[in-house]
């Protein structure tokens, strides 16, 4: 008797275990918005800066605003199924409003930066015409804020001192367009 | 240091001095065989590389190192009283955090952020914070009966094998510029060499019968080890202009640490009073 009744709740905690071991969940989000800061590269890590930056750390930081859109299954599994960018970045383009290490004014000088995403193993060249895809995959707290709410483009050239004043275009896969320009900064 | 070095040297020949001289002794050859397996855990008293391997030391030692022994086959023959000669093949590992190497590898480089791999990169193929050594190691050393089934066994050996040395990427990135570079670090499998000493302790089943004897026993082992491993590696650098570089160099590891570990095993030999 005490076989009939055990079997079939074992049977049942067994399914139980089976079913407890997938459940992925699948993750959308998009971004909303784009906003421009000064950031000093050095501690390390990127950190907001104010209207004076030395030229060889310098970088803008894009504030990306990403809203979830869509989340299903049981838990996040950060290598096996990381988040969808449901409208991709088909162009960035980063000018200046006064000429730049020899770019006119107003001509894209996205190749004079590099795409840091949190991780120095992990940098992306930023080629003018294409996009880029953000990602929160190298940050420490990827479990917890699966989104990546900025990014950062650090010079990797020298301009000459003076003060410069930086402009990006956001175009996403669906035809929303973002602009935002920063404050005038002071490169020493 | 040294002080503790002597006493664990002596403890045998302490517990020589103790036994009772009444107790019978082995008369015969016989052996013993130590069942797979033998775990057991590693006190690292000290660890150091050579000056040429001290890029990527981080990766070899660490003062917080815990290691682990796995001696998957022991098997010892035994001859005449005392005496005894043994064969053992012996995994060692030493296990740290990757946080204690990251910041051991910022210490040694005060001008850069260092940045380990991100812990969400499953296929980065690298191993950090393991390194493991497999030898086979002849050993001799002595049978003192210290009761009727109980032995100590002091013994010395000595090594052979080969190591598996961590890899690792790390990004470095300038404090004053913008300007950062990543090491990929690689060794080419080591040789090992080691010295062994200590003492095992056994206690085997009772048996009435005298004559030819097929006993289990239990027991543990504390020893102290010495092992230096020699090897090349490869540091492979790519900088921010994407320019890389390969550079090799030797490494050479001298470790030294006390083991102790349990086992069990079967043993046959004639008693003869």
Redesign the interface.
């Known amino acids: 008797m005490k076989i009939k009744v055990g079997l079939p709740i074992l049977l049942f905690l067994f399914s139980i275990f089976l079913i407890s071991c997938e459940g992925d969940q699948t993750v959308k989000f998009r971004f909303t918005g784009l906003d421009l800061d000064h950031v000093n590269s050095a501690p390390g890590l990127p950190v907001i800066a104010h209207d004076s930056v030395p030229k060889k750390l310098y970088g803008i930081r894009l504030y990306l605003y990403p809203a979830e859109t869509y989340r299903k299954g049981r838990y996040f599994d950060p290598y096996e199924a990381p988040p969808i960018n449901e409208d991709p970045i088909t162009k960035l383009t980063v000018w200046c409003d006064s000429t730049f290490n020899g770019a006119a004014p107003g001509t894209p000088v996205n190749n004079q930066f590099l795409l840091f995403q949190g991780s120095y193993l992990h940098m992306d060249t930023l080629e003018i015409g294409k996009g880029i895809d953000p990602t929160a995959r190298y940050r420490e707290d990827f479990e917890k804020n699966n989104f990546p709410e900025y990014v950062d483009l650090l010079l990797r050239t020298e301009p000459t001192n003076g003060n410069y004043k930086f402009h990006v275009e956001m175009r996403l896969y669906n035809g929303a367009v973002y602009t935002d320009s920063t404050t005038n900064v002071k490169l020493y | 240091m040294k002080k503790l070095v002597h006493l664990f040297l002596l403890f045998p020949f302490f517990c020589l001095a103790q036994k009772d001289s009444s107790t019978p002794q082995r008369k015969a050859i016989g052996w013993e065989l130590v069942l797979p397996f033998e775990p057991g855990l590693s006190y690292y008293l000290s660890s150091s590389t050579n000056e040429a391997s001290a890029e990527a030391s981080h990766l070899l030692s660490h003062p917080k190192a815990v290691g682990t022994r796995l001696q998957a086959l022991s098997a010892q023959l035994h001859f005449y009283d005392r005496a005894y000669i043994g064969l053992a093949y012996t995994l060692d590992g030493v296990g740290f955090k990757n946080a204690d190497a990251l910041e051991d590898l910022q210490k040694h480089q005060p001008g850069y952020?260092v940045?380990e791999?991100?812990?969400?990169?499953?296929s980065s193929g690298f191993s950090y914070g393991k390194y493991t050594q497999h030898y086979f190691r002849a050993e001799i050393g002595l049978n003192i009966r210290l009761k009727k089934f109980m032995y100590l066994q002091p013994f010395v050996s000595y090594g052979i094998g080969r190591g598996t040395v961590p890899s690792g990427?790390?990004?470095?990135?300038d404090?004053?510029?913008?300007?950062?570079y990543?090491n990929s670090y690689s060794f080419r499998r080591p040789m090992v060499n080691v010295i062994n000493a200590g003492f095992n302790f056994n206690l085997h089943s009772q048996d009435n019968n005298e004559e030819k004897r097929y006993m289990g026993y239990w027991g543990f082992r504390l020893d102290y080890t010495r092992a230096v491993a020699t090897a090349t590696g490869i540091v492979s650098s790519t900088d921010?202009y994407s320019a890389t570089a390969n550079r090799e160099y030797s490494m050479k590891r001298t470790s030294s640490y006390i083991s102790l570990s349990v086992f069990v095993g079967v043993s046959s030999y004639t008693d003869k009073r």
Do not use: H, L, P
């Open positions: 952020f940045q791999e991100s812990k969400y990169i499953s990427k790390y990004g470095f990135k404090n004053s510029s913008n300007y950062f990543e921010i």
